[in-house]
């Protein structure tokens, strides 16, 4: 099967859904980083953007990525490895190998999960069905990719680890919702990189539970109007990090506030 070229490249971003109609509280865990994780085998292909808003948003929820710090350096993750989107905001190590012809040699790329690569059972994993279980598949932005690899090598050989993440400056905590409704983006994690618990409270409240309802969005039903607000965050390693009014007593909705960071 020869490479994709440049013109057909665009047609993997149809690959990279947006899960916005799944709403669930329970996600399987996911294994802690660690900055000696061994490597392991996967493939990795790319996807160029045919218009500028193939760009923006991800099954994650981190909207537009380049206003949100993570640039080009993302990935989409085939089901093997989204994890149903506990993954989102965990960093991987990326180098391209086994295939000299193709290969950059002596680098790697640092990339955050952002976006969720789905099946496409009209073919079988080993048949073009590249994010099929069981395959353990990377779909990259063609920007990433030719950092590694020759854009010519198409679905290429590749070794992953997990690491942690580096971020600049604190967690951050994009507010939205409608009345009671309150829905909060939790983004730029370092650590860790992928949270499993939120809480939050407001002056007047005690600590709440939130549950998740997509990738890093994050719900609770309750009137938190007039009222600053404190959250704690627990990443997938088990780490905590408290942050105290955070949003002030007067916060919108849509307005985004920044809490303290993990240690990276």
Not at 188 to 208: E, F, P, Y
Not at 252 to 259: C, I, K, R
């Amino acid at each position: 099967m020869s490479p994709p070229s440049k013109t057909e490249a665009p047609f993997l971003s149809i690959l990279l859904i947006t899960l916005t109609s799944t709403v669930t509280s329970y996600y399987s865990s996911s294994p802690p980083p660690s900055q000696s994780s061994q490597w392991h085998s996967a493939r990795a292909t790319y996807y160029a953007a045919s218009d500028p808003r193939d760009a923006v948003g991800g099954a994650c929820g981190y909207g537009d990525l380049v206003k949100a710090g993570y640039g080009m350096a993302t990935v989409g993750l085939s089901e093997a490895l989204f994890a149903r989107g506990q993954i989102c905001g965990a960093c991987f190590e990326l180098r391209c190998v086994d295939d000299l012809r193709w290969c950059v040699p002596g680098t790697s790329i640092i990339v955050t999960a952002t976006n969720f690569c789905a099946p496409n059972y009209g073919f079988t994993a080993e048949g073009g069905g590249h994010c099929n279980p069981p395959n353990k598949h990377f779909v990259l932005p063609i920007e990433a990719f030719e950092k590694i690899a020759i854009w010519k090598a198409g679905n290429m050989p590749v070794q992953y680890r997990r690491i942690k993440c580096r971020k600049e400056g604190g967690v951050r905590f994009t507010i939205d919702g409608s009345g009671i409704f309150v829905s909060v983006l939790i983004s730029n994690v370092a650590g860790a990189g992928d949270i499993i618990a939120v809480k939050i409270k407001g002056s007047k409240t005690g600590w709440l539970q939130m549950g998740r309802n997509w990738g890093q969005n994050w719900h609770i039903n309750s009137d938190l109007k007039n009222q600053p607000l404190s959250f704690e965050v627990t990443s997938s390693d088990g780490l905590t990090v408290t942050s105290y009014n955070v949003a002030p007593k007067n916060w919108n909705f849509g307005q985004t506030f920044q809490g303290k960071q993990f240690e990276s």
